[in-house]
């Protein structure tokens, strides 16, 4: 069991790479997706919400379960 770092999560959510960090891919495909319809206000949404999803804890693992600490 590998456990990824909350911190390198965080700072990955500031530039939308947090998806693939956790291993994410189809929802770092869907969010590239909202920010081309959006013109990018999509994503920087999404981007604030991971970021409080990561620091109050509702995203507390990868895709395969392990937790994020």
Known sequence: MQTKSKAVAILLAIFGLND?????????????????????????????????????GKINCDNKGNPIE
């Open 20 to 56: 693939i960090y956790l291993g994410n891919f189809k929802r770092f495909i869907k969010k590239c997706i909202v920010g081309l319809i959006t013109l990018g206000i999509g994503i920087v949404i999404w981007q604030v919400l991971d970021i409080i999803g990561l620091i109050t």
